[in-house]
């Protein structure tokens, strides 16, 4: 997961270097809503798991690396 959100948003540093409890938006790494459908579009893509702008649960999902790999591990198409 740390290496899909890495690719889909340009990271600049290795995806092993994600702690996957920090938050992904505001301090920890950084991202913004515009990365939030970039990581959206690649989670759709790979997970078949699609992930709504308008989802009132996006506060908790997208709170951490732990939390989004969890949502999609959830709802994921076999």
């Known amino acids: 997961m740390a290496a899909l959100i890495a690719q889909a948003v340009n990271l600049p540093s ?19 809503s ?3 459908l970039e990581i959206a579009l690649a989670v759709t893509q ?3 798991c ?14 951490s690396l732990r939390n989004l790999a969890a949502h999609i591990a959830e709802r994921r198409r076999s």
């Not at 290795?14 to 913004?32: C, K, S």
């Not at 699609?50 to 709170?63: K, M, T």
């Open 34 to 36: 515009i990365d939030l």
């Open 50 to 63: 699609e992930l709504r702008s308008d989802d009132p649960d996006n506060a908790r999902i997208f709170a």
């Open 14 to 32: 290795p995806p092993e270097t994600i702690d996957p409890t920090a938050a992904l938006f505001g301090e920890g790494l950084g991202l913004d």
């Open 46 to 48: 790979r997970y078949g």
